[in-house]
């Protein structure tokens, strides 16, 4: 019954990884070829709203 368990969680663990990583794999080709100009729209857009806000968190050493 252990053996079972384990396998299941394996097996589980592999699906769930291998369809996450196809996800962000399409993804990343989809946006190489079919971007065009527009690839890094949302980021530029993000990157403008964020100029001159502070920085916020701890110091980092």
């Known amino acids: 019954m252990g053996a079972y368990i384990?396998?299941?969680t394996i097996v589980a663990l592999l699906i769930v990884g291998i369809t996450a990583l196809m996800g962000v794999i399409t993804n990343s080709?989809?946006?190489k070829v079919f971007g065009g100009k527009h690839r890094s729209e949302f980021v530029?857009?993000?990157a403008k709203y964020q100029t001159g806000w502070k920085t916020v968190g701890g110091?980092?050493?």
């Open 29 to 31: 080709i989809g946006e």
């Open 6 to 8: 384990t396998d299941l």
């Open 44 to 46: 530029d857009e993000s």
């Open 59 to 61: 110091n980092k050493k």
